[in-house]
């Protein structure tokens, strides 16, 4: 569709599945995010299902099979299920570089863990290593995301439609919850969400910088500054920090 075409509740749905799915979530955070946004997914069956192709349909009543088994459906109609999950397809064969660069970095983390000789993996434009004490994740400006006492665990997960098990490998961390410590799971998308929201918080700082520069040659601006206090010296009186 054309922009002008798409009316506010498609942008709301296709905004929800972008914050769903960006991050590698699958229906579970499409459901959260529905939530959280009060957007009823009961008419996406409807929507989506005529639309899709025949192997959309057999992989995502699988995974609602499966869904349903282990009791992790979220209680969605098979069909609204199904729904989710084709969108879920469609998003990441429509942003094949974004799936990849999430499987890219999570083979990186994990060799890295598991050696934690200090080799240094180059991955979505990061350099990412293990020590003994933290996984180091180095972003494009320079700066650094630590996660302490990183340790790489292992676990089978059995089909509930009975086709062999697999195994899964994951990293958890040392982080500080109120006066203690306690230990988290992560996956690659918690790594990206990491990623994406501290290069936008670098690009919002050099802007930031570059704006207050920039008005300090307006000759009145610069006059009225001077008149406050040394702490409070600065033209930007808002900014809004989103990916």
């Known amino acids: 569709k054309r922009r002008e075409d798409v009316n506010e509740s498609e942008r709301q749905m296709g905004k929800v599945c972008i914050l769903a799915f960006g991050f590698g979530g699958g229906v579970a955070a499409l459901v959260n ?36 088994l282990k009791g992790e459906d979220f209680e969605l109609a098979r069909d609204v299920y199904m729904a ?14 974004i799936n990849k660069m999430r499987y890219d970095l999570n083979t990186a983390i994990l060799e890295a863990v598991a050696d934690k000789n200090g080799t240094v993996y180059n991955v979505a434009r990061c350099q990412v290593w293990c020590n003994a004490s933290f996984l180091v994740i180095q972003l494009p400006s320079g700066r650094r995301l630590l996660y302490a006492a990183p340790q790489l665990k292992q676990e089978e997960i059995e089909d509930p439609l009975g086709g062999k098990t697999w195994k899964s490998r994951y990293v958890t961390y040392a982080t500080v919850r109120g006066r203690s410590w306690r230990r988290e799971r992560a996956w690659s998308g918690l790594f990206v ?4 929201q501290a290069i936008a918080n670098d690009v ?13 040659t307006v000759p009145a601006i610069k006059a009225y500054l001077d008149t406050l206090d040394p702490y409070a010296r600065t033209p930007i009186c808002l900014h809004v920090h989103d990916e």
């Open 204 to 216: 919002l700082r050099a802007a930031m910088l570059r704006v207050h520069d920039d008005t300090l």
């Open 33 to 68: 995010m529905a939530i959280a946004y009060q957007m009823d997914l009961e008419p996406l069956a409807a929507v989506v299902l005529p639309t899709a192709t025949t192997e959309q349909l057999e992989k995502a009543n699988t995974m609602w099979e499966r869904a349903f």
């Open 84 to 97: 989710c999950d084709v969108m879920k397809q469609a998003f990441r064969t429509a942003n094949p570089a």
């Open 193 to 196: 969400e990491n990623i994406v």
